[in-house]
């Protein structure tokens, strides 16, 4: 199942596609990856 996340062109939530996990400057999580529709790049913050 793909990561859903807000995507901010298409203005709802789409899939995620070649998400990746990475830890932002302030050291919290984020998954990071494209927006499965129109390609632009999305960001999910992670629980802690």
Known sequence: MAEMA???KEKKK???VNVETVTMK???KALKG???VC???MYKILGK
Do not use: E, V
Request: glycine share 20%; proline share 7%; charged share 15%.
């Open 14 to 16: 789409q899939p995620m």
């Open 26 to 28: 302030n050291g919290r």
């Open 6 to 8: 807000y995507c901010m």
């Open 34 to 36: 494209k927006c499965a």
């Open 39 to 41: 390609g632009t790049g």
